[in-house]
Nanobody, 124 residues
Framework: AQQPVESGGGLVQAGGSLTLACTIS??????MGWFRQAPGKEREWVSS????????YYADSVKGRFTISRDNAKNTVYLQMNELKPEDTGLYYC???????????????????WGQGTQVTVSS
């Protein structure tokens, strides 16, 4: 089974930026999504992108601040996060969905493969 590998998390002050990366073999086969989970809360959908990057989707809470993109040649999906807020703090996961039609796919159960997560902490 494929397992994505996330990287790029860290500690940043409010208003700062981070770029997360997620690598998985044969990326072109998957719709990819970013989710996050804060302590004591359920995993929350953040963003998703279709196979060629032609369509991108965002949760209202991050729209206008985060940008998802993918480079299939590098087998990597990115999440550029700007204007970070303390409420963006959490463990960020990359999910890979196989065999799906183009769409938003905001539910964690729609993704077959998950990475271990990368921690993002935003201080106020």
């Amino acid at each position: 089974a494929q397992q994505p590998v996330e990287s790029g998390g860290g500690l940043v002050q409010a208003g700062g930026s981070l770029t997360l990366a997620c690598t998985i073999s044969d990326l072109q086969d998957y719709i990819m999504g970013w989710f996050r989970q804060a302590p004591g809360k359920e995993r929350e959908w953040v963003s998703s992108i279709t196979w060629t990057g032609g369509s991108t989707y965002y949760a209202d809470s991050v729209k206008g601040r985060f940008t998802i993109s993918r480079d299939n040649a590098k087998n990597t999906v990115y999440l550029q996060m700007n204007e970070l807020k303390p409420e963006d703090t959490g463990l960020y996961y990359c999910g890979a969905a196989l065999g799906k039609r183009p769409g938003q796919w905001p539910t964690a159960d729609d993704y077959e493969f998950w990475g271990q997560g990368t921690q993002v902490t935003v201080s106020s």
